[in-house]
């Protein structure tokens, strides 16, 4: 069964930084998009990042400067590395896969979600 694993959320100082990982398992052919969404309290969820299986990334306006994306596709692995926190950017984030399994299905997969938090 395809799964996303999420790991290095916590707690970090305004200015602060984290990096964020998520890796995919179970029979997975190749994985043409990897995102970053994230959802504030009370907000919708939101796109913050993405990677193409080809090396291209995209980051939203809002972190531009701040965050970046990278991914290791012999890992099934994405990172978002986030510098210069604001509290603005306290939010759940989740991983989102659209990928092909071995057996040739097309999925979409989501982690559970890591709880990152700016605050002094």
């Known amino acids: 069964q395809v799964q996303l694993v999420e790991s290095g959320g916590g707690l970090v100082q305004p200015g602060g930084s984290l990096r964020l990982s998520c890796t995919a398992s179970?029979?997975?052919?190749?994985?043409?998009?990897m995102d970053w969404y994230r959802q504030a309290p009370g907000n919708q969820r939101e796109l913050v990042a993405t990677t193409h299986g080809g090396g291209e990334t995209t980051v939203t306006d809002s972190v531009k400067g701040r965050f970046a994306v990278s991914r290791e596709n012999a890992k099934n692995t994405v990172y978002l590395q986030m510098n210069t926190l604001k509290s603005e950017d306290t939010a759940v984030y989740y991983c989102?896969?659209?990928?092909?399994?071995?057996?040739?299905?097309?999925?979409?997969?989501w982690g559970q979600g890591t709880l990152v938090t700016v605050s002094s």
């Open positions: 179970g029979g997975i052919a190749t994985i043409p998009v």
């Open positions: 989102n896969a659209k990928l092909v399994t071995d057996t040739g299905r097309y999925l979409e997969v």
